[in-house]
């Protein structure tokens, strides 16, 4: 019995034992487990895809790493077109940020023998950087940015087809947008997106202006009916004609894009008629009532265009739309607009041979000797030059400073200086005007000057020459 007793107390030191053991095995196993996945993921742990059971944060980012490193963006381009961009092309590399770690923290560690029967799946943002410079030069090498391969945008644009203008569509071309190009791919890199269609993002360039565009439309319309305008300048025997050989070539823009007729190039026109048809001031080439040619500078008779009202006036002209035969806007007018304004009624006055000559449609109707201003005493002589007949007044009272004359007839033609008739004297012509002269005024007989009163008209043409 007693050694049966001893067998028994044997056996259960044996089994304490056994049990002691084992707890402390258990113990040592959980302690151990805490341990180990305090630095280490539980079992059937997934971080973005990958099996990362029992790996450490910095094995779990090696792999992380090695992914990127595989890592291949493909770049859609227009017209079904693509083309690739590498991680090895750009320096693109995983950046640790902490997260691993932060998750192997928080996971729970002290009941890691129940991870075992299941699965915890994370998905964490990678952080990721590339090389600025490489990715610059990726881009660049791609084969939709070559120069040779790309064909720029261009607007819908008006053109002129010869007899009309029409609009010309747009070319949308494959132009990218360089900065936005790059801005889209890194950005699509970074976010770790296996494609990216650059059309969908907008990297192409596009026009501005389309053939649909309603005031392109409203501007080439506008064009067409202004260009099948005739302007027609009536010149006397001489004529300039505005159509559309001109007008296509005056269009302009104002600053809402509608088309105008550009003013400056209006102007241009009209100076340059003025150029050639004002004749105010000019040397005219006359010839006497003796057939002579004699060379007539100065006065004040003559056409000169009112540019600045003209301009106005051709382009209001234009715009009406209606063809039509048109004198410009004078300044000053003469009395014939031929090529010889001085045309066939005038007074020619000769103060070398002391002789007017009133011409009226090419008839002298008045003939006759006169006395002039002596060209010897200062202030007296008469002046020479082509002048308009400024007015026509009778009777008259004629002033200066130590004289006072009155006439019947008095018309004046270069300011205080004038045809009238002289009570005062008997005799004309010969060289009375070297010593009897007026004070520069063209005195003629009463009679004479009573006939002349009678034809001239305020307008016509005083040739005066020696």
Same mark, same amino acid.
């Not at 029409?166 to 070319?171: F, L, Q, R």
């Not at 008839?363 to 002048?387: A, F, K, R």
């Given at each position: 019995?007693?050694?049966?007793?001893?067998?028994?107390?044997?056996?259960?030191?044996?089994?304490?034992?056994?049990?002691?053991?084992?707890?402390?095995?258990?113990?040592?196993?959980?302690?151990?487990?805490?341990?180990?996945?305090?630095? @280490?993921?539980?079992?059937?742990?997934?971080?973005?895809? =990958?099996?990362?059971?029992?790996?450490?944060?910095?094995?779990?980012?090696?792999?992380?790493?090695?992914?990127?490193?595989?890592?291949?963006?493909?770049?859609?381009?227009?017209?079904?077109?693509?083309?690739?961009?590498?991680?090895?092309?750009?320096?693109?590399? %995983?950046?640790?940020?902490?997260?691993?770690?932060?998750?192997?923290?928080?996971?729970?560690?002290?009941?890691? =023998?129940?991870?075992?029967?299941?699965?915890?799946?994370?998905?964490?943002?990678?952080?990721?950087? %590339?090389?600025?410079?490489?990715?610059?030069?990726?881009?660049?090498?791609?084969?939709?940015? *070559?120069?040779?391969?790309?064909?720029?945008?261009?607007?819908?644009?008006?053109?002129?087809?010869?007899?009309?203008?029409?609009?010309?569509?747009?070319?949308?071309?494959?132009?990218?947008?360089?900065?936005?190009?790059?801005?889209?791919? +890194?950005?699509?890199?970074?976010?770790?997106?296996?494609?990216?269609?650059?059309?969908?993002?907008?990297? %192409?360039?596009?026009?501005?202006?389309?053939?649909?565009?309603?005031?392109?439309?409203?501007?080439?319309?506008?064009?067409? *009916?202004?260009?099948?305008?005739?302007?027609?300048?009536?010149?006397?025997?001489?004529?300039?004609t505005v159509d559309c050989t001109l007008i296509k070539n005056w269009f302009?823009?104002?600053?809402?894009?509608?088309?105008?007729?550009?003013?400056?190039?209006?102007?241009?026109?009209?100076?340059?008629?003025?150029?050639?048809?004002?004749?105010?001031? *000019?040397?005219?080439?006359?010839?006497?009532?003796?057939?002579?040619?004699?060379?007539?500078?100065?006065?004040?008779?003559? /056409?000169?265009?009112?540019?600045?009202?003209?301009?106005?006036?051709?382009?209001?002209?234009?715009?009406?739309?209606?063809?039509?035969?048109?004198?410009?806007?004078?300044?000053?007018?003469?009395? +014939?607009?031929?090529?010889?304004?001085?045309?066939?009624?005038?007074?020619?006055?000769?103060?070398?041979?002391?002789?007017?000559?009133?011409?009226?449609?090419?008839?002298?109707?008045?003939?006759?000797?006169?006395?002039?201003?002596?060209?010897?005493?200062?202030?007296?002589?008469?002046?020479?030059?082509?002048?308009?007949?400024?007015?026509?007044?009778?009777?008259?009272?004629?002033?200066?400073?130590?004289?006072?004359?009155?006439?019947?007839?008095?018309?004046? =033609?270069?300011?205080?200086?004038?045809? @009238?008739?002289?009570?005062?004297?008997?005799?004309?012509?010969?060289?009375? %005007?070297? /010593?009897?002269?007026? @004070?520069?005024?063209?005195?003629?007989?009463?009679?004479?000057?009573?006939?002349?009163?009678?034809?001239?008209?305020?307008?016509?043409?005083?040739?005066?020459?020696?």
């Open positions: 019995m007693a050694k049966n007793k001893e067998k028994a107390g044997a056996g259960r030191t044996i089994v304490i034992l056994l049990v002691v053991l084992l707890l402390l095995l258990t113990a040592g196993a959980y302690g151990y487990g805490v341990y180990y996945f305090s630095s @280490h993921f539980l079992p059937g742990s997934m971080v973005n895809g =990958f099996n990362c059971s029992y790996m450490a944060s910095e094995d779990t980012e090696d792999l992380l790493n090695q992914r990127v490193g595989a890592y291949v963006l493909a770049v859609e381009t227009m017209k079904n077109g693509q083309e690739a961009i590498s991680a090895q092309d750009v320096g693109l590399s %995983y950046v640790s940020t902490g997260i691993v770690k932060q998750l192997i923290k928080d996971q729970d560690r002290f009941t890691w =023998f129940l991870a075992f029967n299941q699965d915890k799946n994370y998905d964490i943002s990678e952080s990721l950087s %590339y090389n600025v410079e490489l990715m610059g030069q990726a881009v660049d090498n791609l084969k939709c940015m *070559q120069p040779e391969n790309v064909v720029q945008p261009v607007d819908a644009q008006i053109q002129d087809t010869g007899d009309t203008f029409e609009i010309i569509p747009e070319v949308m071309g494959n132009a990218l947008d360089r900065t936005k190009t790059e801005e889209v791919i +890194s950005a699509a890199m970074l976010r770790g997106k296996t494609s990216v269609n650059l059309e969908n993002e907008s990297c %192409y360039r596009k026009p501005s202006v389309y053939s649909t565009d309603e005031q392109l439309k409203a501007n080439c319309e506008k064009m067409n *009916q202004l260009v099948k305008v005739i302007i027609t300048y009536d010149f006397a025997d001489r004529t300039e302009g823009y104002n600053e809402d894009g509608n088309v105008i007729l550009d003013e400056n190039l209006v102007r241009q026109y009209v100076a340059d008629l003025g150029l050639k048809y004002d004749t105010m001031g *000019q040397t005219r080439t006359f010839l006497t009532y003796d057939n002579r040619q004699v060379e007539i500078k100065g006065g004040d008779y003559g /056409w000169v265009i009112d540019q600045d009202e003209e301009v106005k006036a051709l382009i209001a002209a234009i715009e009406s739309g209606v063809t039509q035969v048109r004198e410009p806007v004078y300044l000053y007018s003469g009395y +014939s607009r031929g090529t010889n304004d001085i045309g066939s009624t005038y007074v020619e006055i000769d103060l070398t041979n002391q002789r007017l000559v009133f011409y009226q449609k090419g008839t002298p109707i008045v003939d006759t000797p006169i006395v002039s201003g002596n060209p010897d005493i200062e202030g007296c002589g008469t002046p020479t030059g082509c002048y308009a007949l400024d007015a026509k007044e009778s009777p008259a009272v004629l002033t200066g400073e130590d004289y006072e004359a009155n006439v019947t007839y008095w018309m004046p =033609f270069a300011g205080n200086v004038g045809i @009238h008739d002289a009570s005062w004297r008997s005799e004309f012509g010969g060289n009375l %005007y070297l /010593w009897e002269g007026s @004070h520069g005024c063209v005195n003629v007989p009463y009679d004479k000057a009573a006939e002349i009163y009678a034809n001239i008209e305020v307008g016509m043409p005083v040739v005066v020459y020696e």
